[in-house]
């Protein structure tokens, strides 16, 4: 096997990367035993990528490999012919996505400044990895959604899932602030809505238990237990138990110490009183005597010890028993309430608060329905503000599409924003109708609205949603349009694009072009092209070629020169041999302001 690698120089791509905020993008596509692909591996910049090459070279065979990292299913029938497996990887850098560590940590995967995607497709199953950690297809999918959009394929279009549209339109107005401190408000109605709801169910059952509740409060507090009151009198306990051996033994060790006439004491004060007499002839022996000292005063004090402990011992079965009718009182305690004293008073604190709850519950719920009810206000206004400043933005966003398809050649073509609100009795939030009375809609942790984009393409046709237009070159050109409306506020740093020329020619191939590179300035694109009006505005011009050797059909890519893309875009303009003409409208056309 041969491995096939194309270099792309950054040098095109430095301001691209700087305006698009250092946002993760697809750097490398390594493909290998996929369809007729034996191995290849493509660097990408971070401008405008423009992939050329003949009809049924395999470009369609890229965007097929790169769908398997979007998270696509795979068939076995795309591995190559003779192989065992078919590995298509994508490695992402330049930075971060704001939601794609969350997702990263949810599932277990190591976040890293690179991020690498990998396909592995088998006779009998595939397998996904990020970052060297097994993915599943959903969490694939999850986690390419924040990086990249495949326009050509409905799956991989963010702009053809409803759920997207309001934050475009949020992201267009600059909303974030707005939008946060909603979802605040929201968040905050929500909580005391299920506190509400909790108190309401739970009355019944808090009168029911009142009774209960005082009963065991009372138990417990009558008994009045402490933390460590249970290992403190069971220590007396065994001292009353003992107190005959106490006593005895503790006289008869003062006795030997000190009492007796040759006591312990006595020995040692002897002892002391040779060693003196000693040291006067060699004072080597003075630490001896000095010990001897201190042995006896130790000895004096443990018999002082002794016998004021003799003193103190009690001799009392009214008190043993006390201790035992205690113990028994705590057992119980025990028995009932948790098994162990500290389950007994964390018990009674809980409880206490119950009870609490039972006997001021009218209040209680007084209080959270007050604090709900302003909630309720707080979150209508924000609601009636924001859906108000999205209806403004949405006109915009309505006239600057329409426009923009216009210079795309959709002359017919017009976007509309449709905000809609729903009528709900319970809703928590309120707006004054034309009669002047409060009438209430739902809320969503979003806002009021709902949103959706439709679209018509023809004179005399109905709006549609966005969602149910037509596949092919027309969509993507749709999708362009509002992408560059919507360029500088779009989160996603990469676009695919495929197809994007059908059905287009002439001025209007051009335009598209312009406009593709105007995109590039705020995202990564990768756009497929048969059109030179296209490709002569490419940052970085790669040609997908197939090759015979030994037999077998094989894909490349290649990076092209600036010579070689001179002739490229030459050559799509005849559609065979190069002349010296057709280099020079290739030359007219790769000047930016052509």
């Not at 997702?103 to 890293?112: G, K, R, S, T, Y």
């Not at 335009?511 to 296209?534: C, D, F, N, R, W």
């Amino acid at each position: 096997m041969h491995r096939v690698r194309v270099e792309a120089g950054r040098s095109t791509s430095s301001a691209a990367d700087a305006n698009r905020g250092g946002n993760l993008m697809l750097r490398t596509l390594y493909i290998r035993d996929y369809a007729i692909i034996d191995e290849l591996e493509v660097e990408f910049e971070g401008g405008l990528n423009i992939l050329t090459g003949e009809t049924g070279a395999g470009k369609s065979i890229l965007v097929g490999a790169l769908k398997l990292i979007l998270g696509e299913r795979a068939s076995a029938d795309t591995i190559r012919s003779g192989a065992r497996k078919a590995v298509i990887e994508g490695i992402f850098e330049g930075g971060a996505v704001s939601d794609l560590g969350e997702i990263l940590n949810e599932h277990e995967i190591p976040a890293q400044p690179v991020l690498i995607m990998r396909r592995e497709i088998a006779r009998t199953h595939s397998r996904g990895y990020i970052n060297d950690s097994p993915a599943t297809l959903p969490v694939m999918r999850r986690v390419a959604a924040q990086m990249i959009d495949l326009h050509g394929q409905h799956e991989h279009q963010s702009l053809l899932r409803e759920e997207t549209h309001l934050d475009m339109i949020d992201s267009f107005g600059g909303f974030a602030g707005i939008r946060s401190e909603y979802e605040q408000a929201y968040a905050r109605a929500h909580d005391l809505r299920s506190e509400y709801e909790t108190l309401q169910t739970r009355q019944t059952s808090l009168e029911a238990a009142r009774e209960r509740l005082a009963y065991e409060m009372e138990e417990i507090d009558a008994a009045a237990p402490q933390e460590a009151e249970e290992d403190t009198i069971r220590q007396e306990m065994n001292r009353l138990k003992h107190a005959e051996q106490l006593y005895r033994a503790t006289a008869s060790l003062h006795s030997m110490l000190y009492a007796r006439e040759d006591s312990t004491a006595d020995q040692l004060g002897i002892a002391q009183n040779e060693l003196e007499n000693l040291v006067r002839i060699d004072p080597a022996l003075d630490t001896a005597r000095q010990e001897i000292e201190q042995a006896q005063i130790s000895v004096t004090e443990i018999a002082a010890t002794l016998q004021d402990y003799n003193a103190r011992i009690e001799f009392s079965e009214h008190r043993l028993q006390e201790i035992h009718d205690r113990l028994g009182e705590l057992d119980t305690l025990k028995r009932k309430y948790g098994g162990s004293m500290e389950a007994v008073l964390d018990y009674r604190e809980r409880i206490g608060k119950e009870y609490e709850m039972a006997v001021n519950y009218d209040t209680a719920l007084e209080k959270v329905a007050k604090d709900l009810a302003e909630a309720r206000e707080i979150l209508s206004e924000m609601a009636n503000r924001l859906s108000a400043r999205r209806h403004e933005a949405a006109k915009e966003i309505e006239s600057a599409i329409t426009a923009e398809f216009a210079s795309l050649g959709m002359a017919a073509g017009k976007l509309r924003v449709q905000l809609q609100v729903h009528i709900d009795p319970a809703g928590w939030i309120t707006r004054k109708a034309a009669s002047g009375q409060k009438q209430h809609y739902r809320a969503y942790p979003h806002g009021m609205d709902d949103v959706v984009f439709l679209i018509t393409t023809n004179v005399g046709e109905d709006y549609r949603p966005l969602a149910r237009i037509a596949s092919g070159g027309e969509i993507s050109r749709i999708m362009l349009a509002i992408k560059r409306v919507l360029a500088e506020n779009d989160r996603l740093p990469s676009l695919v694009f495929d197809e994007i020329d059908v059905g287009v020619s002439g001025a209007i191939a051009r335009k598209v072009g312009k406009s593709m590179a105007e995109l590039a300035k705020y995202h990564q694109i990768i756009a497929i092209t048969h059109l030179p009006q296209i490709a002569a505005l490419a940052q970085a011009h790669y040609v997908v070629e197939k090759h015979v050797s030994e037999g077998r059909t094989t894909t490349q890519i290649r990076q092209l020169s600036d010579e070689e893309s001179l002739e490229q875009v030459a050559r799509l303009i005849t559609g065979s041999d190069v002349t010296d003409a057709m280099r020079q409208s290739a030359r007219e056309l790769m000047k930016p302001d052509h």
